[in-house]
């Protein structure tokens, strides 16, 4: 079953859209094909917009080739057909879209949903507990994509992966395997040195419950 997939923009009008073609591969399967490199879409994991380049990650979590365009609005219409494509090409799998990102969500082993500097910050958690992918926007604006997100990790076709609710604001795979800390300040959840998920909590006796509660679900 595939999600979100149908809210992929279109290329903006002021750009030429074959000039765009002509830097992209002539097979729509096909993620990168030059000089440099060969990739198939079977080996991406997401395609993500980020000014005027266009990264491809890998299904390792590491940026496999990026497109550096000479404009935001050429790298825009050259991610929208990437984006495209990289659907059709994979029409069986569950993919997702954010604002300038799409993936494929049967690799995310967590998300995790916090504020910083005044803005809601979306962090997608690969099986080693890093952060693979991100997106911010307003306060709020990203509560729906968390919420689905994890209705799809919970209740998808992942139970293999045991998708835990750590807290209101955090899903993980407890092949994960994290740590927890109590802090001064809230309650942290981390893999090594990695931050997963960081849940502030001023009260002493609330902190304290919230910590259990941590640790309960994780024990189960």
């Known amino acids: 079953m595939k999600t979100k ?4 923009p279109q290329a903006a009008e002021d750009v030429n859209v074959e000039a765009v073609k002509e830097m992209l591969p002539a097979s729509p399967a096909v993620a990168v ?3 440099e490199k060969y990739i198939p879409f079977l080996m991406i994991f997401a395609v ?9 990650i890998n299904l390792g979590g590491y940026t496999a080739y990026t497109y550096k365009m000479q404009t935001p609005a050429l790298a825009k219409a050259g991610y929208d057909k990437l984006a495209k494509r990289f659907a059709k090409a994979l029409p069986q799998e569950n993919l997702y879209t954010l604002s ?3 993936f494929r969500i049967g690799y995310i082993y967590g998300v995790n949903l916090f504020e910083y500097n005044r803005k809601s910050i979306l962090s997608l958690i690969d099986k080693s507990g890093n952060p693979v992918l991100s997106d911010e926007g307003d ?15 919970l209740n998808g076709p992942y139970t293999s992966k045991k998708f835990l609710t750590l807290h209101k604001d955090c899903i993980l795979s407890a092949h994960v395997n994290p740590s927890v800390e109590k802090t001064q300040r809230g309650v942290v959840i981390k893999t090594g040195k990695r931050l997963i998920s960081f849940a502030p909590e001023d009260d002493v006796q609330r902190r304290a419950d919230l910590f259990t509660r941590i640790v309960s679900v994780l024990k189960a």
Request: net charge negative; hydrophobic share 35%; aromatic share 2%.
């Open 48 to 56: 993500q917009l980020i000014g005027s380049c266009i990264s491809l």
């Open 5 to 8: 997939t149908n809210n992929i």
């Open 100 to 102: 300038d990102t799409i």
């Open 33 to 35: 094909d030059n000089d």
């Open 139 to 153: 306060i709020g604006s990203l509560d729906a994509d968390y919420a689905e997100i994890s209705e799809q990790l």
